[in-house]
């Protein structure tokens, strides 16, 4: 019996036996190289007639052949394998998708062209992929077709900005060249798999983390704000008397500065690599992470003058006509005249801007004094979770709910906390 597409492609090959567990790698590498998906068969002859694979097959080899791809394939990938059966013969498939290139099995670059996988240098091959349109958000498909975009269209009703139901998605640049659904309509879907953490630290390094809030799972523009909303509420503001009477403030940190920061680090995240980008508060500053270094074409003296190059064109677009970005470039030299370039440390991976606290911050120095062994409990479990709910803050403290209630009332009544926002995605202030 032969296979439905009996005929070894750019994104599909035979294998007859495991024996040629390595040699599908280096094919699916390949594979992903050229197109950002693959799968190979095992069990399968090169003519696509399924003969099946001997011995007892099982769970374990589906471990091992996972573990052979983890150790041989970088940048790491998580593949799919499975079994098939026809006609009573068991074969296995291995599937993959990305668009992390170049991508090599035990150090060696190579393409898929046609059904032979042609060998590159990586110099080639990075210069091919940062150019690839394949690796556009508007060019790569979403994993996830069962896509609704209530939220996006309410960010634009809200600007006053009319919209057509029939074309909104192919206005918005949310389909491929096909007209599926991409991954720029993935991230600004309103159900997703795209997380956006903000995670504090005790100290200066990332020995304890203290919390970890999410701010994922729907239409990114939106938690692009609930992010800025939580990391300003905690910009608190010194206040210092002059000689003369005057009055002087002193900000912990320069907002303008971290939102030009994390609006760029959204706006430029290389989303295919299904990393969104991230805020790490510690003791003395804030970073703010995005995945992805600078385009190949774009020179770090380039970069710091503010010559803009979007890496993800559609999304500044859409991003531009709500008001979230300007297409002036002048959030780099902001952030530069302010922290200067020591600010942005810039890999082939990633761009991390540090932005420094002014002084401690009280956050980190919240008093318990005069309050009760249940009260002081509460306060720190919210000081360390302050996206909790109730319902979370009982199940931490192991108290009753009405208990848990009444101390958080007594807590704001003692201009302890706070809460900003709604219900459902709001978080605590604590004084």
Known sequence: MKLENSFETENQEFKSTLLELDKGIISLTAMLNKSGKGKIYFGVNDSGEVIGLSGTIGQETIRKISTRIYETVRPQIVPKIYFESYEEKMIIVVEAEGYNKPYSSNGEYRIRVGSENKKVTPDVLGELFFSNPQALIENAESMNQDLTFWELKQLY?????????????????????????????????????????????????????????????????????????????????????????????????????????????????????????????????????STGGLPFDLTKEEFFAGISHPVNPSLQKIMGQLNLVEQTGHGVPKIISVYGTSAFDITDNHIIVTIPFAFEPSINQTSYDGLSKSHSLVLKTIKNNPSFKVDEIVKVCGLGRTRVSKIISDLKELGKIERAGGSRNGYWIVK
């Open 157 to 289: 009703l809200i600007k006053g900005l009319s919209i057509d139901e029939s074309t909104f998605a192919r206005n918005m640049g949310l389909l491929t060249k096909n007209g599926k659904y991409n991954y720029l309509a993935e991230i600004l879907s309103d159900n997703n798999n795209c997380s956006i953490k903000v995670v504090r630290f005790r100290g200066t390094d990332k020995q304890e983390m203290i919390s970890r809030n999410e701010y994922g799972y729907h239409c990114m523009l939106v938690s692009m704000k609930q992010v800025y909303d939580y990391v300003a509420a905690l910009n608190e503001t010194r206040v210092e008397l002059g000689g003369d009477i005057r009055r002087k403030e002193t900000h912990l940190f320069d907002i303008e500065c971290f939102d030009e920061a994390w609006t760029n680090a959204c706006l430029h995240n290389r989303w295919v690599k299904n990393i969104p980008p991230a805020v790490y508060i510690f003791s003395d500053r804030i970073e703010v992470v």
